[in-house]
């Protein structure tokens, strides 16, 4: 069972659409993480939040904008997106203990499909 | 910039029968850790093993086990007794102490024949 739940499951969305995608995880951890995975490739990280602030950005275009409404919840919202944004995308938490530095929960991901 | 390299794209093995997965990575630092994870298709990726660099005795769970030669950068993964339910695509991840970002391989589909 996933204890990082992500909806929708799928997402198919037309270019001038907005939408978002969500993450909720109630096991305490204080790190929430947006990685974007294309087929048969590594996920790659887009957004890390920690104590929910934005720690970090990896130079993601702006029609990605994140949200961290709380502790428990993440949030990704899309807007203009083109056809080469459609990916999984994987919303991750950590509880950045010393003791289990990466040690990351996944869910299950968001499958959009960009038209 | 750190990187990670996994050589394999596909590996395959017997149900019950070893296999061992490679992972080489470049880094100049010296507080870093080293993950192997699983991402079964259409399932949610998963944390198999993790590494400490500064342990030299190396990690196990169960049936998952590491070989860690710091000096070579290397750090494989050993599953023994492999199952069905072990076929997924396994990366190898690296993270920098307190950088809060994993660098992943580009992974290893693994196929385990019945």
Known sequence: DTEVTQTPKHLVMGMTNKKSLKCEQHMGHRAMYWYKQKAKKPPELMFVYSYEKLSINESVPSRFSPECPNSSLLNLHLHALQPEDSALYLCASSSMTSGRVGELFFGEGSRLTVL | ?114
């Open chain 2, 1 to 114: 910039a750190q990187t990670v390299t996994q050589s394999q794209p596909e590996m395959s093995v017997q149900e019950a029968e070893t296999v061992t997965l490679s992972c080489t990575y470049d880094t100049s630092e010296s507080d870093y850790y080293l993950f192997w994870y699983k991402q079964p298709p259409s399932r949610q990726m998963i944390l198999v093993i993790r590494q400490e660099a500064y342990k030299q005795q190396n990690a196990t769970e169960n049936r998952f086990s590491v070989n860690f030669q710091k000096a070579a950068k290397s750090f494989s993964l050993k599953i023994s007794d492999s199952q069905l339910g072990d076929a997924a695509m396994y990366f190898c991840a690296y993270e920098r102490g307190g950088s809060e970002k994993l660098v992943f391989g580009k992974g290893t589909k693994l196929t385990v024949n019945p």
